[in-house]
């Protein structure tokens, strides 16, 4: 028994020696900051003296920046890794220290070392580590001397920072290591939400686009039939929803086939208008486009604006108009006449004819559910980072990326050949968006791999919604009736052959013509043009070309004038 006893006491000598006995470290105090790639350490000790003249040894870990401590000291080595604290006399005093350490963290995981830095024995250790982003305890490991201790460690966890204590003694040399890794999987509240909510929004979406968005089924038959009673911008607002500028240039060709206007080239690549006869009709659209288009004075009043765009009042036929639009006024007043036209068909009334305007009014909500995704997905790094004054930032980059997204839906139409710059134009923008959104989330990513589903379920359910919300609002029994006559043409013109075209050509001379107008709403000109050139076609009346007439010159000099024309409203 007794030699036990002595064996026991020999192999606890040199514990007891390797620890200074002159002083012992009460309570110990670490807060560590994860700041960027850098340790922003802070050290709170409580120290008991024993003896009257005590010096006590601080071992400091490598490339130590910005060393403060609140009481003087003595450095030992060369590099300051090892200081001194001298104490003249035997109480108890309080020690204050502050230095800055470069990260050790490799990739995904950081070992942050809670460490017993002095020569004496520490009784009791508490400990605030920062964390770059919020952990679950699934992330964390402590390890004493590489043995895992984390079950003998009392802490907690309060979003990214980790609060704890280690009860039992450290001695000089021992490390206390805590672990992070954050190539893992966990869930709390925040990212179940980023992950649920979309999945919500995207069903949701869904009901109201079935109850209060899909149109109403009408068979869609092919059909070489033109509108009957329906302008060009007719057609463009039952199949967009919307008329454009460009939309306009076809209602020029349109109200040129009908008689009213000649476009005249010339040889210096401009062109000029002449107003063939009064206008004799009773519809709106075209009456307040010749107005517009070939009114005296180059000013239009707020009244006259009011009574055009508003209510639609008729045009007194004693008023005189320009016989001629010259190449200088040109622009002009094409731009004057559109600025007129466009009000006046983009209204609700006008809109009402042709679709349910409560269908329209939902959309909205779609618009805020994609918002919605947009903010919470973009809003991941600041939570993860505990730095929620940030959220402006996501506010703004979600308005933002809304906007342009938003932009390419409404820019695309697969059929449509026009603006085809533009297009590709809104796509590379969109791409950009997406790229800046990923490259901000990537280090979310790593640190949980969750955040990797959730963004990939919001930019799915974000598709899914604008989808919905490009084929809203839903159309009245009219308009869908309308729209599939308008299919029923396009697919004609898609397939038309010799005999097709010459049944058309039978019914009507001038089909090729007065489909012209139609062809640049459904985006098929080129295949019109294709048609012209196949049946021989002859000069029409109501355009002049600089040089002789053939199909491909009348195409050429049609763009020409379109980009004359547009130019200035692009």
């Given amino acids: ?72 000291y003595d450095t030992v080595t060369s590099d300051n890794r090892i200081i001194t604290i001298s104490n003249d006399k035997k109480a108890n005093s309080s020690y204050e220290v502050s230095y800055l350490l470069p990260s050790n963290s490799e990739g995904n995981s950081y070992n942050i070392e809670i460490a017993n830095n002095y020569d004496g024995i520490i009784k ?27 079950k003998d460690i ?17 001695l000089n040399g021992d490390k206390l290591v805590l672990n992070v890794k954050y190539n893992k999987v ?4 925040f990212n179940l939400l980023v992950i649920v909510l979309p999945i919500i929004l995207s069903i949701i979406s869904y009901y109201i686009w079935y ?5 109403l089924k009408v068979n869609i038959v092919k059909s070489f039939s033109l509108p009957k009673d329906l302008t060009p911008l007719d057609i463009a607002l039952v199949k967009n929803e919307k008329v454009v500028n460009d939309d306009v240039f076809a209602f020029l060709i349109y109200m040129a086939n009908k008689g009213y206007i000649k476009i005249v080239e010339e040889k210096n690549n401009e062109f000029y208008l002449e107003r063939v006869k009064d206008y004799d009709g009773d519809n709106y ?11 005296k004075t180059m000013k239009i009043t707020l009244a006259e604006y009011i009574d055009l765009v508003s209510e639609k009042k008729q045009i007194e036929k004693e008023e005189k108009l320009e016989k001629k639009v010259a190449s200088t006024d040109l622009v002009y007043c094409y731009k004057r006449a559109l600025t007129n036209l466009l009000p006046a068909i983009n209204n609700d009334e006008e809109k009402a004819t042709y679709y349910e305007l409560e269908s329209d009014r939902k959309k909205n909500i779609l618009i805020f559910f994609v918002a919605a995704i947009l903010v919470f997905i973009t809003l991941v790094p600041f939570v993860e980072i505990n730095k929620l004054y940030l959220f402006p930032f996501s506010i703004i980059y979600s308005v933002i990326a809304l906007k342009i997204l938003l932009m390419l839906v409404n820019s695309i139409n697969i059929d449509d050949e026009r603006n085809k710059n533009k297009k590709i134009y809104m796509l590379l923008l969109s791409i950009l968006v997406i790229m800046i959104c990923v490259i901000v989330l990537i280090p979310s990513f790593r640190r949980n791999l969750i955040y990797s589903l959730a963004f990939i379920i919001s930019f799915i ?63 098929k000109t080129s295949k019109v043009f294709s048609l012209m050139k196949n049946s021989n076609i002859k000069e029409p009346k109501w355009y002049k070309l600089k040089d002789e007439f053939t199909v491909v010159k009348f195409y050429n000099s049609l763009n020409r004038l379109k980009s004359n024309l547009m130019k200035e409203l692009s």
Avoid at 33 to 57: A, G, P, Q, R
Avoid at 159 to 167: A, I
């Fill in 1 to 72: 028994m007794k030699k036990g006893l002595i064996l026991l006491f020999l192999l606890f000598i040199p514990v007891v020696c390797y620890a200074n006995p002159d002083y012992t470290i009460d309570k110990y105090k670490i807060d560590i900051d994860i700041n960027n790639n850098d340790y922003i350490v802070k050290e709170n000790i409580e120290v008991s003296f024993h003896k009257i003249v005590t010096n006590m040894k601080m071992t400091l870990p490598y490339d130590i920046k910005d060393l403060k401590i609140n009481t003087e």
């Fill in 124 to 150: 009791e250790t508490e400990f605030v580590v920062n964390l770059p982003s919020s952990v679950t305890k699934e992330n964390i490991k402590f390890y004493y001397e590489d043995e895992d201790v984390t």
């Fill in 154 to 170: 009392e802490y907690k966890l309060e979003g990214n920072k980790v609060v704890g204590s280690y009860k039992k003694a450290l």
């Fill in 186 to 189: 966990y869930i709390n509240g």
């Fill in 211 to 215: 109850m209060y968005g899909k149109d």
């Fill in 285 to 295: 659209q075209e009456e307040v486009f010749i107005k517009a288009l070939f009114r």
């Fill in 461 to 523: 359910s974000v598709v899914f919604i604008l989808i919905l919300y490009k084929y809203m609002p839903k159309r009245t029994l009219y308009g869908s009736k309308v729209f599939a006559k308008i299919e029923g043409l396009k697919i004609f013109v898609d397939t038309c052959d010799k005999s097709d075209l010459e049944i058309a050509l039978k019914k009507n001379k001038d089909y090729l013509y007065d489909l012209l107008a139609y062809s640049y709403i459904l985006g």
